[in-house]
């Protein structure tokens, strides 16, 4: 059964958080993408996952039921993020989850790391996350900032497109629709704040290679949104990683694949859990 629960950030926001599954299981922290909600990650929610994890997701700041601050400060800067994820730890009182980023999620566990070390985590997963901010890693289906004046068509039909380009298997029209639907609660000035936060990718390397814990990069091989390159270069820069690459996937393989992730990922945190004992 899902759980509901506020959580505040240090600077305010409310944050909406889940929870699923078996309490005293292994702890999963599950972070979206851009423009995305907690809502992505039914399929692992809904699977064998939930029989032997205690699954944790949230809303990001700007995202889903979370506060959507008018800010564009509240979207930039070294800690926001790091923070939010931080605080959802201590309000769930997770004592060492295995963090599962997705995209843009896979950015704000790399903030995490670089604010707040990896001393209070048991693994950490990458999915088709550009973690390193190389140009290069960009593909022709990443989202664009909006410009300042935009209609609500051209507004649609944007998060349409970039909707079609997460995928390399497309999910049931019923599904799409729903997707759809939470990528349009992002509007347009939280979608150009987030496109003005960047961080250094010389900063990023050395946090990531004094990363400790056991480390899986999942990426599609078919992914236009991050390349697969992105892949290699993070893995290039983490001692600890070993990657997992999905042929005929695009920017989604939890969802496009979901059977064969949920296996993984199951696996993954329970060779974590051995990795501690």
Not at 49 to 78: K, M
Not at 225 to 240: F, G, W
Not at 256 to 274: G, H, I, M, T
């Amino acid at each position: 059964m899902q759980a509901v629960e506020d959580v505040r950030a240090p600077d305010g926001t409310r944050l909406a958080a889940y929870e699923w599954g078996d309490a005293a299981g292994p702890e999963v922290l599950l972070v979206h993408g851009f423009a995305q909600s907690h809502l992505c990650f039914e399929p692992q929610v809904r699977s064998m996952l939930a029989e032997h994890c205690r699954l944790v997701a949230y809303d990001l700041r700007g995202h889903g039921a979370s506060d959507q601050p008018s800010d564009p400060a509240a979207y930039r800067g070294s800690r926001l993020w790091a923070d939010d994820l931080a605080a959802v730890m201590a309000a769930k009182r997770l004592r060492r989850p295995v963090l599962v980023g997705w995209s843009m999620g896979g950015r704000i566990i790399r903030q995490y790391l670089m604010v707040h070390g990896d001393a209070r985590l048991a693994g950490l997963n990458f999915v088709a996350s550009q973690v390193i901010e190389d140009p290069r890693c960009r593909g022709p289906a990443a989202p664009k900032p909006p410009p300042e004046r935009q209609t609500l068509a051209e507004e649609i039909d944007a998060a349409i497109a970039f909707l079609d380009g997460c995928y390399g298997k497309k999910p049931p029209e019923a599904e799409f629709r729903r997707a759809l639907a939470y990528n349009m609660r992002v509007p347009a000035a939280v979608r150009r704040a987030i496109a003005g936060w960047s961080t250094d990718a010389t900063q990023t390397i050395d946090a990531l290679r004094r990363i400790q814990v056991p480390t899986l990069i999942t990426h599609g091989r078919d992914d236009a949104v991050v390349l697969p390159n992105a892949a290699d270069m993070a893995a290039a820069a983490m001692p600890h990683s070993r990657q997992s690459w999905y042929k005929g996937c695009g920017h989604s393989p939890f969802s496009e694949d979901a059977p064969r992730f949920n296996r993984e990922l199951l696996a993954f945190v329970k060779s974590c859990q051995d990795s501690r004992s």
